[in-house]
């Protein structure tokens, strides 16, 4: 299985750099144009992130990056079809042309930006690795962790992670590893192990499945970096300014207190020139990016600023209840930036 | 002259009759089968008891939300809310009676083929197997007579595993017969050509085959043509299939005596007639169980399109455990995923256990 595994991943690499640089700078937009929706790549389950209710209407964080980038193109985001992908298979359907947006908390990283012909977008969520702990054992941080027994949910990079952190710290651990989150939020509940570790939105949603969730707290250290973002296809600069606006708009948008509540009426009375900009109450700014002069109005309209959907989604508004912490504006202790619109 | 009464008989020692007996013979005959009697009944104790309390006496059964499961047992309220998206997966409410009447159609439509009196029967069930599979695609998936399109993307649930189970099955068996046969063909080329086939799609395993038609496939095709996901894995679940059909098939091929294709040839049948006519009908016969046991393995493997992200039984309801409001849920949706497999793969081997009753007739001692 190792085997095909690998070979597989050099056959996918190889096949990959034949296909990579084939997009046209426009040819994305004028496709989503004519076909009259995004297609946009989602995670095939994650809760907070991506997930279907009981009607079968996607949710979640990296769905309204999609709805946004559709209310901006069209002014409706109900203009979007879904593609649910594995960890395995996204790359590919982006390259392939199968999806116009890979929006699946994918981690930004140097090899995947420039070997695979892909370009992010920007960052709708800071992640990281850290640590769940129950609140018995009277941890408060994961330094006092020498020793412990670690069940660790199986990803990509989750035990290096782990081993990298230990061994820099100079601490002893016992690794028991687990490949699905269900086995490991179990293992913590029965006692098998002192502390989970994973990324820490999953954390999050690990917590909820635990008998009393509240005897339970993510630990403040976050020993690796994994901002998630949208990726699109390298080559169609067009279309990755298109998505990367779509998310500086939501984020400009909370940073000057416009929400999908008061947006249309902000758009009309403003005297903030920076609103006005934003809004497309003043200037060409939505003629640049090649859309219509209320884009920004009708991502946040339908969508809501960065705030609201992270509140909605995964924040405090929903049952995963996640602080907002990295994830805060930038001018409130996050990292959350938007360059200005002029 | 003294005539000899027998007395009546003894009745048998109250050991080895009734319950008692059977006991007695069955569970503990020896001391060792008593020890793995009392062990076994031990475990029953420990399993059955807390099963039982768990999925009927402490379970929730009525509510809408998570917060309506107050008791230690299952949470039901949870298949229940989500009951029509593990049918139909993302099928459009108020469409979904087109996957049921596909199903109905189905059902009615073969009902006349287990009438033994049915006149005609085998040109019915050519026409049934023809016409059948052109209604259900337009049923299911529409975009022409005035039916809306739904695309192939939004089907899901038991639907789509029935979907890739009957496809499979319908296209994998003649496939597979023209594959024994072309392997045990005397000519060098279709020999040739069909052992490599087979012999190439036993050797990988199908989560492979799933793999490469997702992952690699689109690759290769030219941009903007993109093949449906849905037809990648059916014609990839077929091929691999078919595979082991033939060889199935060349089982029972095998175990016909030479002596019929002689007697066959000798009454002047052609190639086709002697195979359909004698030796096929007996070959599939025998290899009845083969055959289901193919069907069946078919049937649970469907479950692997897990892993290309189609959305099937078993990942609708993985699907529905990634909502927030039901996070936590997977041991109830696990149980009734196994219990709706159980039931359609006991129902196959009953089938087939029937059938066999039924043609195999002439070979019972």
């Not at chain 1, 920004?296 to 339908?302: D, L, R, S």
């Not at chain 2, 052109?134 to 649930?157: K, M, N, Q």
């Not at chain 2, 030479?258 to 290899?287: C, D, F, N, S, T």
């Not at chain 2, 009845?288 to 609708?316: E, H, R």
Request: hydrophobic fraction near 45%.
């Amino acid at each position: 299985m190792k085997m095909v595994k690998s070979t597989l991943a050099v056959l996918t690499t190889a096949a990959v750099l034949g296909v990579s640089g084939f997009a046209q700078a426009g040819a994305t937009l004028d496709a989503v144009q004519k076909k009259g929706f995004v297609q946009c790549g989602i995670s095939d389950g994650l809760p907070g992130f991506s997930y279907a209710d009981a009607k079968g209407n996607y949710l979640g964080l990296d769905v309204d990056v999609c709805r946004a980038v559709a209310a901006a193109v069209f002014g409706d985001a109900t203009k979007v079809k879904y593609s649910p992908l594995t960890a395995k298979e996204r790359f590919t359907a982006l390259q392939s042309g199968e999806v116009d947006i890979l929006s699946r908390n994918t981690t930004w990283t140097s090899s995947r930006d420039a070997g695979l012909g892909l370009n992010f977008a920007g960052v709708n969520y800071y992640d990281g690795q850290g640590f769940l702990v129950n609140k018995k054992l009277g941890v408060s941080s994961a330094k006092e962790l020498d020793g412990a027994t670690v069940c660790i949910q199986a990803g990509t990079t989750t035990e290096l992670n782990l081993s990298d952190y230990f061994r820099a710290s100079g601490m002893k651990y016992t690794p028991i590893t687990y490949d699905t989150s269900d086995e490991s939020a179990k293992s913590v509940e029965a006692g098998r192990c002192d502390v989970l570790t994973s990324d820490q939105s999953q954390l999050y949603a690990q917590r909820i499945k635990l008998a009393a969730p509240d005897e339970y707290v993510v630990l403040p250290e976050v020993i690796s970096k994994e901002p998630l973002g949208p990726v699109v296809r390298q080559g169609d600069e067009e279309w990755f300014d298109i998505v990367r606006w779509s998310l500086y708009a939501m984020v400009n948008a909370e940073e000057m207190g416009i929400n999908s509540k008061n947006v249309e009426e902000m758009a009309k009375t403003t005297k903030n020139p920076d609103i006005a900009r934003l809004l497309g109450a003043e200037g060409e700014f939505g003629k640049d990016l090649k859309l219509p002069k209320d884009w920004a109005v009708k991502i946040v309209k339908q969508v809501g600023n960065y705030g609201e959907s992270f509140d909605r989604n995964v924040g405090a508004g929903s049952a995963l209840k996640i602080e907002r912490g990295l994830n805060a504006l930038w001018n409130k202790g996050g990292l959350q930036y938007a360059p200005p619109v002029r | 002259m003294q005539t000899h009464t027998f007395k009546p008989d003894m009745p048998p020692p109250v050991l080895s009759v009734g319950v008692l007996g059977w006991l007695r013979t069955n569970l503990f005959s020896s001391w060792f089968n008593t020890l793995l009697t009392l062990f076994a009944v031990y475990l029953v104790w420990l399993i059955v008891p807390p099963l039982i309390q768990w999925a009927f006496i402490e379970a929730d059964w009525v509510g809408t939300t998570r917060a309506d499961c107050t008791s230690d047992g299952a949470c039901w309220v949870f298949i229940q809310q989500r009951f029509g998206q593990f049918m139909y997966g993302f099928y459009p409410t108020e469409l979904r009676w087109r996957v049921d009447l596909t199903v109905w159609m189905a059902v009615i439509g073969a009902a006349p083929l287990f009438i033994p009196q049915m006149p005609r029967k085998a040109l019915y069930g050519l026409c049934f197997l023809v016409v059948y599979p052109l209604l259900a695609y337009w049923l299911l998936h529409g975009g022409f007579f005035g039916l809306s399109t739904v695309p192939t993307s939004r089907w899901g649930g038991l639907m789509l595993t029935l979907v890739i189970a009957s496809v499979g099955i319908a296209g994998a068996l003649p496939l597979g017969i023209v594959l024994a046969l072309g392997r045990r063909s005397d000519m060098p080329a279709i020999r040739v050509l069909c052992v490599t086939f087979i012999e190439f799609w036993r050797g990988v395993p199908l989560i492979t085959v799933l793999f490469m038609s997702s992952v690699m496939l689109p690759l290769f095709l030219p941009e903007g043509l993109s093949f449906d996901k849905l037809m990648r894995a059916l014609i990839g679940v077929i091929l691999f299939q078919s595979a082991y059909i033939a060889e199935v098939v060349r089982g029972g091929l095998q175990a016909i005596p030479k002596g019929q294709y002689e007697a066959a040839a000798a009454m002047g049948l052609g190639y086709w007639r002697m195979m359909g006519l004698v030796i096929l009908p007996q070959a599939l016969k025998l290899v009845i169980p083969g055959i289901v046991n193919t069907f069946i393995a078919l049937f649970k493997d469907t479950s692997l399109v897990i892993i290309i992200g189609l959305f099937d039984l078993l990942n609708s309801i993985k699907q529905a455990t990634t909502d927030p409001a039901w996070i936590g849920m997977a041991t109830e949706g696990y149980v009734f995923a196994a219990l709706i497999f159980w039931i359609f793969c006991f129902g196959m081997s009953r089938y087939s256990m029937h059938l066999e009753r039924k043609l195999n007739t002439g070979h019972k001692r």
